[in-house]
């Protein structure tokens, strides 16, 4: 209340110098000619342009996610195949069983067998095994047929035939390879360097 009392006692000059003064007071602290809120407007937009930016990253790392999943999707199918053909369980006598069953299916003899030293190589090893069977040519024909139809992946490396004595049996010295997928061997090679 006493500022306006000694308000009302100023003269005409003192009011407009008051005014004066007020008034360029105002215009330097406190009047906006609009560059503030066009700062402001600015910083948005820059951040709507920026959010723009990664909103289309993140769609592109959608649809290469999406794309990666298809391609998973259908490759799926072959790891499992490629896990079937090459087990990391698989031994001598699993080999020997499934030969002791194609060699009844055909009706050829297995006259010997034996386990090879297996060869190791990364990532699986090689299982080998000598095989001499007998039978008649078509029944060997088919038991050959029949071991590059299994689920698994083997091998006739080397064929070596004969004629017995009587020639109504073919003796057959066979050389067959097994895979195994060595998991073991890689885990060890990661622990070891």
Known sequence: MRFLIDIANFNIMQIIVFGCLSMGAYYFFAFDDGSALKQSISNE?????????????????????????KEVSSKEEAVSLFLNY?????????????????????????????????????????????????????????FLSRLTGQKRMLIVD??????????????????????????????EKKEGG
């Open 45 to 69: 937009q820059n951040k709507i342009q920026q959010l723009e930016v990664n909103i289309k990253k993140k769609r592109a790392d959608f649809e290469s996610l999406k794309n990666f999943k």
């Open 86 to 142: 090459i087990p990391n369980e698989l031994s001598s006598i699993d080999i020997f069983s499934l030969l002791n069953n194609e060699a009844k299916t055909t009706g050829i003899n297995i006259e010997d067998k034996q386990d090879q030293p297996s060869v190791k190589k990364e990532p699986y090893e090689i299982l080998k095994i000598k095989l001499k069977v007998s039978g008649a040519f078509p029944q060997i024909v088919s």
């Open 158 to 187: 080397k064929i070596a035939m004969s004629v017995s004595a009587n020639k109504k049996i073919i003796l057959a010295d066979l050389d067959i390879f097994a895979f195994r997928y060595s998991e073991k061997q890689t885990e």
